[in-house]
T-cell receptor, first 114, second 114 residues
Framework: DAKTTQPNSMESNEEEPVHLPCNHSTISGTDYIHWYRQLPSQGPEYVIHGLTSNVNNRMASLAIAEDRKSSTLILHRATLRDAAVYYCILRASENTGTASKLTFGTGTRLQVTL | DTGVSQNPRHKITKRGQNVTFRCDPISEHNRLYWYRQTLGQGPEFLTYFQNEAQLEKSRLLSDRFSAERPKGSFSTLEIQRTEQGDSAMYLC????????????FGDGTRLSIL
């Protein structure tokens, strides 16, 4: 599985935007970029995913570099409830019909302060 | 949608004992995954079912581990002759059969070996 590189930790002030970077220079053409987050004492929670184009949903936005070698998860207004470990994961396309597992790294621990 | 349910939430046992965990996926999700997570690390893939068929197993799944999904609904993960190194959070996830859809995780079973 292609590897991702994320900062170990980041801090943000509440109600400020947060940009969480991820490098994935060995991404293949059919890998999707997935983001999950894990709050304390909970299982991982899906945030967003994309292939080439930028994506938006109610939780966040995903900005993907033109060469796809990096991406950025954007939380538009961080709240205390956004404090979690954020994982950037490359997931092989399932277009062949075979399910693909998630390969987690150690993620970025986001701290949000008042 | 009641989410993925895992029982028990916590299990404490003595070394050498057998333990069994249960996972109830989101109804109508035909894909079910087991992961293991140790402190400070991201989850690691253990095994995957499509309906009742176990289609992939990680090298992490030693012969002391066995997983079943007899009717394609709930799944069990059994660990025989537990060892100290088995102490971890065991996470279950499910997804629909639609390609490239996210996995939905339960909150895990935390296993502590005395």
């Amino acid at each position: 599985d292609a590897k991702t590189t994320q900062p170990n930790s980041m801090e943000s002030n509440e109600e400020e935007p947060v940009h969480l970077p991820c490098n994935h220079s060995t991404i293949s053409g059919t890998d999707y970029i997935h983001w999950y987050r894990q709050l304390p004492s909970q299982g991982p929670e899906y945030v967003i995913h994309g292939l080439t184009s930028n994506v938006n949903n109610r939780m966040a936005s995903l900005a993907i570099a033109e060469d796809r070698k990096s991406s950025t998860l954007i939380l538009h207004r961080a709240t205390l409830r956004d404090a979690a470990v954020y994982y950037c994961i490359l997931r092989a396309s399932e277009n062949t019909g075979t399910a693909s597992k998630l390969t987690f790294g150690t993620g970025t621990r986001l701290q949000v302060t008042l | 949608d009641t989410g993925v349910s895992q029982n028990p939430r916590h299990k404490i046992t003595k070394r050498g004992q057998n333990v069994t965990f249960r996972c109830d996926p989101i109804s109508e999700h035909n894909r079910l995954y087991w992961y293991r997570q140790t402190l400070g690390q991201g989850p690691e893939f253990l095994t995957y079912f499509q309906n009742e068929a176990q289609l992939e197993k990680s090298r992490l799944l030693s012969d002391r581990f066995s997983a079943e999904r007899p009717k394609g609904s709930f799944s069990t993960l059994e660990i025989q002759r537990t060892e100290q190194g088995d102490s971890a959070m065991y996470l279950c996830a499910s997804s629909s059969g639609v390609i490239n859809q996210p996995q939905h995780f339960g909150d895990g079973t935390r296993l502590s070996i005395l």
